[in-house]
């Protein structure tokens, strides 16, 4: 693991994965105990691990990890509070706070926030400042990612094999990640520096934005900005190919077809007892608020569209509005009748 930083998101990752009953303390304890022993993570100091608020996860990495830096990922931290605080404008605010590099700007951030509110930001800080800012995070790990975009995409990238028989479901996953080894060596081979693609276009931006800035002399041997270096010197060796090489420095082997396996007199691998859970099972991961709903294959969002009518061709209504009126009117010439009826009585 010569080649990765020292973080780990705890959800779908493609350094290891097994497959559990249920998310609770026991089986977050067995995969993290594997998980220590062999990347050799000791106590987890200089560790920083990444989760959302997962049933038992919490417990599980304070007694096998107690001295690691925990994370937790914005957007859940969002999701529970935008419960009680709603609106675009407070969803806008909080990413804001939770992006902020420098304490004094999230100092500011959170300011602006109170203004949204009288309460909200009592009702935020209510999950600690250095597991969701940007600015309280420790520096060994060199990642200041907020977010769990990585194992979103790798659960997503193996959905079609989570819906298989455990062995072919695993076989699926192993040929996957090994041949997405072979993938990241050939990106690396088309890195025009010896800087990541992505490292480069921030160091580019940071070059654009430092033109602006002012050198000033103390008249002795000091300057305010920094030596006259170019700028490539200070991007951390995290971020260059060689190290980028080192990570899928070991490759996975690749293994006879399963009809050529050895028998064994081990137990045959059987799926998890199902549990009855009440109401309907559910196919599909239930999404927040802020996600973007995924239109299905070969269909178009309606919404901001101009709807046109098929009957009279004309925009911003369709046929049902027919339908509608035609119920409205005769509504009105039913309580019409009836008021006549009364006036006649009088």
Known sequence: MEGCRRIIDFDGCFIAWAVVDSETKHSWSFFINYLKEDLQLGTGDGLTVMADMQKGFHAAVEELLPDTEHRR???HVWSNWHQEWKGEERRKQFWRCSKAIFEVKFRSELDKMSKLGNDNCDDLLHYPEKSWVRAHFKEH????????????????????????????????????????????????NTWISEISPMARLTLEDNKEMARGCKVLWNADVGFE?????????????????????????????PIPNMKMWPETNNPKIEPPT???????????????????????????????????????????????YYKVQKHLAKVYNTLQKHLAKLHLQA
Request: proline residues 5%.
């Open 73 to 75: 990922r914005a957007r």
């Open 141 to 188: 790990s060199k990642c200041d990612v907020v977010e769990n975009n990585m194992c979103e995409t790798f659960n997503s990238w193996i959905l079609s094999c989570r819906h298989k028989l455990i062995i072919t479901m695993l076989e699926e996953i192993r040929r996957k990640i090994m041949t997405r080894q072979c993938d990241m060596i050939k990106f690396a």
């Open 225 to 253: 900005i920094g030596e006259e270096l170019e700028p490539e010197h200070f991007v951390e060796h995290w971020y260059r190919k060689d190290t980028f090489l080192k990570a899928y420095s070991y490759f996975i082997q």
């Open 274 to 320: 199902p549990k009855p859970m009440p109401g309907r099972p559910k196919k599909k991961r239930t999404k927040g608020k802020d996600e973007p709903k995924k239109m299905r294959y070969g269909k178009v969002s309606r919404k901001g569209g101009k709807r046109t009518c098929s009957k009279c061709h004309q925009q911003g209504h369709n046929k049902k």
